[in-house]
């Protein structure tokens, strides 16, 4: 280094140089740390709404009013071509069952058997001169079977709750399953047009019905709708070859949320506006 320097000296003429030598490296000025950053919590995102409740998988059955005109007796074979006058001079009457009123005990009508077993299986049923009956939960008659007649005003009988029958709104069901009064809604039969005419049928179904009535024979996952006339029952089943076996294993749903009743009015919420 010293050699170096005379050298340097001479060249320049001997002024006197001065050479800072750092040891250190070059001087590199760091950031000064940022201060930690608060990470704020991530947003509550609430569960995104999956819909009604579903109760299970249910087989949907049907009832209605059985009515007494619709059992009519097959006319006796005429083998001789005995005149039907004369027949019927000869005939034996036909046998008939009472009804009897389950209050006073006093009979109601001389009926077949045949409509007399519908009546009690249907749980309504609708006589020649237009009395409604409904069979009665309690007898304490003597003589059976005991039916209630209705007023004039119940065109189609009344549920176990009460509550008017309803065609294709009103739905039998096992208490254990399903609690009374409960509404339901019913996939199945949204958008389905329904047999009949207005007010009780001929409009698009919205899948709204109203657990009001039970049944003897209403056990477990079952729902017996009420569709008002035999003859709406076999339409409703025309469009599957005559079968109503497409209203097997049906999903069913609590329909609180989807569905309201506003007097007799049971169907989907209207939309507040």
């Not at 009926?111 to 939960?137: C, H, W, Y």
Request: glycine share 10%; proline share 8%; hydrophobic share 35%.
């Amino acid at each position: 280094m010293e050699a170096l320097l005379r050298i340097v000296r001479r060249i320049i003429g001997g002024a006197p140089i001065v050479v800072a030598i750092s040891c250190t490296g070059p001087r590199v000025d760091k950031e000064p740390p940022k201060p930690a950053v608060e990470v704020a919590p991530a947003p509550v995102v609430e569960q995104a709404d999956k819909g009604p409740k579903s109760l299970g998988k249910f087989d949907i059955t049907f009832y209605y009013v059985a009515n007494e005109e619709d059992m009519v007796p097959k006319p006796a074979a005429n083998d001789n071509d005995v005149a039907d006058t004369e027949l019927a001079a000869i005939a034996p009457p036909p046998e008939t069952v009472t009804l009897y009123d389950n209050k006073s005990c006093e009979p109601i009508a001389d009926v077949s058997p045949e409509f007399a077993s519908m009546a009690r299986l249907q749980g309504t049923g609708k006589l020649r001169d237009g009395r409604v009956i409904n069979i009665a939960s309690r007898c304490d008659c003597e003589q059976r079977p005991c039916f209630q007649v209705l007023s004039e005003k119940v065109q189609w009988g009344t549920a176990g709750t009460g509550k008017a029958l309803q065609p294709f709104r009103t739905v039998a069901v096992d208490p254990k399953v399903i609690k009374l009064g409960s509404l339901l809604y019913v996939p199945l039969l949204e958008g389905r047009t329904m047999p009949g005419r207005a007010p009780w049928g001929g409009y698009v179904h919205d899948g709204c019905v109203v657990a009001d009535d039970t049944g003897g024979g209403i056990n477990d996952y079952q729902l017996d709708l009420f569709v008002g006339k035999k003859a709406w029952y076999q339409v409703m089943g025309s469009a599957h070859g005559g079968s109503h076996a497409w209203a097997r294993h049906v999903d069913v749903f609590d329909g609180s949320q989807r569905c309201e009743r506003k007097g007799r009015r049971v169907g989907k919420k209207q939309a507040s506006i």
